[in-house]
């Protein structure tokens, strides 16, 4: 055989143009070259089509990853959009139990007015609505504080991809 062995892999070009010693007993020389034209034909084409393949599966892993990173966009915006509703509804709570606590202190300083006219002055204030609201306050700082935590964990986690499967 006149081929080179290197013994790394061998080529299509290689296949093609192997010649080898005409011996007596032999194979035919024609049909030899034209198995080692068909073989190497199929190396050629089995080369091309592994490499269509790998411009494939980066094109379908740039689709997969947009499709993900839109997916993410999706979930911040709704998020922020969820966060948005819950700071706006505990300001509303909050406005209504001030509201609520004013009119009541109003109240009782109209009514704390009239004994104080008719009796000692008390030095009294609604102390217990204050410290409702106060408590209020802080009960829904805690949970919006725990929403958006669990929130920012969940994006933390969409950043993530996985880990790809062995082959």
Same mark, same amino acid.
Do not use: C, W
């Given at each position: 055989?006149?081929?080179?062995?290197?013994?790394?892999?061998?080529? &299509?070009?290689?296949?093609?143009?192997?010649?080898?010693?005409?011996?007596? +007993?032999?194979?035919?020389?024609?049909? =030899?070259?034209?198995?080692?034209?068909?073989?190497?034909?199929?190396?050629?084409?089995?080369?091309?089509?592994?490499?269509?393949?790998? =411009?494939?599966?980066?094109?379908?892993?740039?689709?997969?990853?947009?499709?993900?990173?839109?997916?993410?966009?999706?979930?911040?915006?709704?998020?922020?959009?969820?966060?948005?509703?819950?700071?706006?509804?505990?300001?509303?709570?909050?406005?209504?139990?001030?509201?609520?606590?004013?009119?009541?202190?109003?109240?009782?300083?109209? +009514?704390?007015?009239?004994?104080?006219?008719?009796?000692? &002055?008390?030095?009294?204030? &609604?102390?217990?609505?204050?410290?409702? =609201?106060?408590?209020?306050?802080?009960?829904?700082?805690?949970?919006?504080?725990? =929403?958006?935590? *669990?929130? *920012?964990?969940?994006?933390?986690?969409?950043?993530?991809?996985? *880990? +790809? &499967?062995?082959?």
């Amino acid at each position: 055989m006149s081929t080179t062995s290197h013994g790394g892999r061998i080529s &299509p070009s290689e296949v093609s143009n192997a010649t080898f010693y005409v011996v007596e +007993s032999g194979y035919d020389t024609g049909a =030899v070259q034209h198995f080692l034209q068909a073989v190497s034909a199929q190396m050629e084409a089995d080369r091309a089509q592994i490499e269509a393949q790998k =411009v494939n599966t980066k094109d379908e892993m740039v689709k997969i990853i947009s499709q993900a990173q839109v997916l993410a966009e999706k979930f911040v915006a709704e998020a922020e959009e969820y966060s948005k509703d819950l700071v706006a509804s505990a300001r509303t709570q909050y406005s209504e139990i001030l509201r609520r606590a004013e009119e009541s202190a109003a109240k009782r300083s109209g +009514s704390q007015a009239l004994a104080t006219t008719a009796a000692a &002055p008390a030095n009294t204030t &609604p102390i217990d609505e204050i410290e409702y =609201v106060r408590t209020y306050t802080k009960v829904a700082q805690v949970q919006l504080r725990a =929403v958006i935590d *669990a929130l *920012a964990e969940q994006v933390d986690r969409l950043g993530d991809t996985p *880990a +790809s &499967p062995p082959r």
